[in-house]
């Protein structure tokens, strides 16, 4: 098989993917809006934990890798864009903004792991830089600036996750696609602990009986979505389809993840955008196509320039 072109199933899949994590975002505001934010990214790693961790082995890999992850990419980013979305940032919108991870780790890339920036990269991070800024400019009613603060908090943490995950790649236990999902199950151990002590201390002992006591179907649903569909589901099939295909053809498919939040969250709720949301918008989403094929398309014009002389 060709690796650069996707096999029908797969580009299902991939798309699948897209579907399931571009809806995660509405779901989060059904969930938020019963149960208060920290406990429901308690409650979402727990299920998402048991019963899976039966199925796969922890991979022999450091237990500082496991909690760096846990605490990271899983407390901090969800505890942060759960609450960012219950203070009523769109979850449209919050879709959109969390992929300025993709700059921040280009960021901490740059001064952790000594990678090197190429030009294309620097012209997307200052586009994506304006259209965050212009978005930000926005708050208000429809968006407090709040709830815009935290999801560009939760973006950064979900930065700093990812190089967690580019160090712990390098190990031995990780070479396989099930090792991967093993570390992504095993992982979620960590937070509900840390999820719960932050809930008890800043949601309080009285929203955390009440919301336990008056759970909803709608509540349960929303956790088994985001623990089976958004985190199994979604990382399980995105891991095997970066076992399959180049990283570069499968990471472009999260560009159409605020595609899908934007029209769910205009669907479901209503939520209407600004001139500025649009136009930032479209600026933080040129810096990422810039930054995901800018080399690309830099080599294809010098290929030309040269076969033109």
């Not at 096999?7 to 149960?35: E, H, M, Q, S, T």
Request: hydrophobic fraction near 60%.
């Amino acid at each position: 098989m060709n690796p650069a072109a996707f096999a029908p199933r797969d580009l299902a899949l991939a798309l699948l993917v897209v579907c399931v994590w571009g809806v995660n975002f509405a779901v989060i505001k059904v969930g938020v809006a019963d149960v208060p934010p920290l406990l429901l990214g308690a409650m979402r790693f727990v299920l998402a934990a048991f019963p899976a961790l039966l199925f796969f082995k922890a991979p022999a890999v450091p237990l500082r890798w496991y909690l760096a992850y846990g605490l990271l990419l899983c407390v901090g980013q969800f505890g942060l864009l759960f609450t960012a979305i219950h203070v009523g940032m769109p979850s449209g919108l919050a879709s959109l903004v969390l992929q300025s991870q993709s700059f921040f780790t280009l960021l901490l890339a740059a001064w952790w792991l000594r990678e090197k920036w190429g030009a294309h990269q620097l012209a997307g991070l200052l586009l994506a830089a304006g259209g965050l800024v212009l978005i930000g400019t926005a708050h208000g009613a429809s968006m407090p600036l709040l709830g815009f603060v935290l999801t560009v908090l939760a973006a950064a943490s979900w930065a700093c996750g990812n190089i967690v995950t580019r160090l712990v790649s390098q190990h031995p236990a990780m070479r396989s696609p099930r090792g991967q999902l093993g570390f992504v199950v095993w992982s979620a151990l960590i937070p509900p602990l840390p999820f719960f002590g932050l809930s008890l201390w800043l949601e309080g002992a009285n929203a955390i009986g009440h919301a336990l006591t008056h759970l909803r179907w709608t509540t349960l649903a929303v956790v088994a979505y985001l623990a089976w569909m958004a985190t199994l589901l979604g990382y399980g099939l995105w891991t095997w389809l970066m076992s399959r295909y180049p990283a570069n053809r499968v990471a472009p498919f999260t560009l159409l993840v605020p595609l899908v939040g934007l029209s769910t969250g205009w669907l479901a709720f209503g939520e209407a955008l600004q001139w500025k949301h649009f136009t930032g918008g479209g600026l933080l989403m040129a810096g990422l196509l810039l930054n995901v094929f800018g080399a690309g398309w830099w080599r294809r014009w010098q290929h030309k320039a040269a076969s033109a002389q």
